[in-house]
């Protein structure tokens, strides 16, 4: 069948709108009642101004609980000053009442836009300014700040999930915490995280990241100068009985910038299974990263598996600069490590990684201005293994002073964070997402439907009519390159509509 024959619907999207039973205004002179009144479909719009009352949410809402900024650039701030959330103003009184200055519990559909959390302390030393937990479901947060926290974001039970983009997450974690039990930027406990597009950076205690979930994917941000180290993956709390339980982090297209005097020196991303449980394996997926370290000779990925913890590397494609050492195993019999196409300084130990380019300098940009965008004739360049699962479509865009957006990546040829030939517009949080094109070539007796790498979220449908309420997904199976996604369908005798919906 001629390609004329077929009729495409070039990003045709199928986004759910929700819709606003209510609009609900919040001042000042407000308390946590009407916040907390917002049933499903309706808009809480907050004014600028500094509030100082904990929230409590546990709506199963069917449409989207919108709670935004009502000026983003004039944003209202939750700032508890020296007050412990034990003793301030709040609906819920149970005695984990001051975990967080905003709680949501058994949630469902909550999207919190545009606030600043800052100062949320409790007695115990173990506050998050974003708390969820009992199986809170498909929360959004975006462009919110959270500043001089205990934990910035924590939480996450059984089968939570959450969504987090546009942050900015400063000095969280509390230096009088116990180091048994620290604080750290993000604190999830267990369920599903995705965070992307985030600047995460000068932990005061802990990590930037401690993560515990049965999944999680962190792409596209910003982490520097972490207190102790980057961060982990260990293991979650939810887990009983004999298992077998499996946890995965991935790390895609960061950038990760040692703090030059780390608490601990020693690794930057760990695996460890400090809860003992049994039949566990945890696995990180570290791809398309980049690492700037402080010459500690720190391990960029660390299998701390004495106690027999099964566990997985894969270590794709990164720039590792300033350590000698890509990856350390403590019983090699429990742990494998895979990879290639890494980048490691002339000195470095390759270990089990393949592949690898040693030079002297992986070519930064400007490395003294923060800029690890890689220029012309960099050893970096064009000689990523773009056969790996998982390839990044898109990059963090700039540095630490323009922030929390991203932009297009070009393609998945060159190793590290950024892609030399990138010059697409950066995209912010209030910006409107770029439209993937679905392409379309004859094959023979096959036609090859392509869409570029950044829109990995979208899947092809197919209808034999148009307008159609009959859209079915298409039987076969997605392949990537180091530019596009794209599948063969047989051309047939009869029309076929086809449209990527998200």
């Known amino acids: 069948m001629g390609v004329r024959k077929i009729a495409l619907i070039l990003a045709a999207f199928a986004a759910a709108v929700s819709t606003h039973a209510a609009t609900i205004t919040i001042t000042t002179n407000d308390n946590y009642t009407k916040i907390e009144s917002a049933q499903s479909g309706d808009e809480v719009v907050i004014s600028p101004g500094t509030y100082a009352f904990r929230v409590y949410l546990t709506k199963a809402a069917a449409n989207t609980i919108s709670i935004r900024a009502l000026d983003p650039a004039n944003p209202p701030v939750w700032d508890f000053g020296t007050n412990f959330l034990d003793n301030v103003p709040g609906s819920y009184t149970a005695g984990d009442k001051a975990r967080g200055a905003w709680q949501l519990s058994g949630a469902k559909n909550y999207s919190i836009s545009g606030i600043v959390f800052r100062n949320c302390h409790n007695t115990n030393i173990n506050a998050g300014a974003i708390r969820y937990y009992n199986g809170t479901t498909n929360l959004y947060i975006k462009n919110c700040q959270f500043v001089l926290n205990d934990n910035g974001l924590t939480g996450g039970t059984q089968d939570s999930q959450a969504l987090v983009e546009f942050c900015e997450f400063s000095t969280n974690g509390n230096p009088l915490g116990s180091l048994s039990a620290p604080t750290h930027s993000i604190y999830i406990y267990g369920g599903y995280l995705t965070m992307r597009y985030c600047y995460l950076h000068d932990s005061g205690q802990g990590q930037n990241f401690h993560i515990r979930c049965r999944d999680a994917t962190l792409e596209y941000n910003w982490f520097a100068r972490a207190n102790n180290y980057d961060g982990d993956l260990m293991t979650d709390d939810d887990f009983s009985g004999a298992g077998p339980f499996t946890q995965t982090l991935t790390l895609r297209g960061n950038v990760f910038l040692q703090n030059p005097l780390p608490g601990n020196h020693s690794q930057v991303i760990a695996m460890y299974n400090d809860n003992g449980v049994t039949n566990l394996t945890l696995k990180v997926r570290a791809l398309y990263n980049t690492f700037v370290g402080a010459n500690t000779n720190s391990a960029f990925v660390h299998l701390s598996n004495a106690d027999h913890t099964r566990m997985i590397a894969e270590i794709f494609n990164n720039i590792i600069y300033g350590t000698k050492t890509a990856s350390l195993i403590e019983n090699a019999t429990y742990g494998t490590v895979t990879g290639a196409n890494n980048w490691l300084q002339t000195n470095a130990t390759v270990g089990p990684l393949t592949g690898s380019i040693q030079t002297a300098s992986p070519g930064f940009r400007n490395a003294a201005a923060k800029d690890y965008t890689l220029m012309t ?113 047989p051309a047939t005798s009869s029309k076929n509509f086809f449209r990527l919906r998200k």
Do not use: H, M
């Open 377 to 489: 004739g960099s050893p970096c360049i064009g000689v990523a293994n773009s056969t790996v699962y998982g390839l990044p479509g898109k990059e963090y865009y700039l540095n630490e002073s323009t922030k929390c957006q991203w932009r297009i990546r070009s393609a998945a040829r060159d190793i590290g964070a950024f892609e030399s030939t990138s010059t697409n517009t950066p995209i912010g949080p209030y910006d409107v997402a770029p439209r993937p094109r679905l392409g379309v070539t004859p094959s023979g007796a096959n036609i090859i439907l392509s869409w570029p790498l950044f829109a990995q979220d979208f899947q092809i449908e197919q209808s034999v009519t148009i307008p159609s309420i009959a859209w079915t997904t298409v039987p076969y199976s997605y392949s990537t390159d180091a530019t596009a996604i794209s599948l063969s369908a």
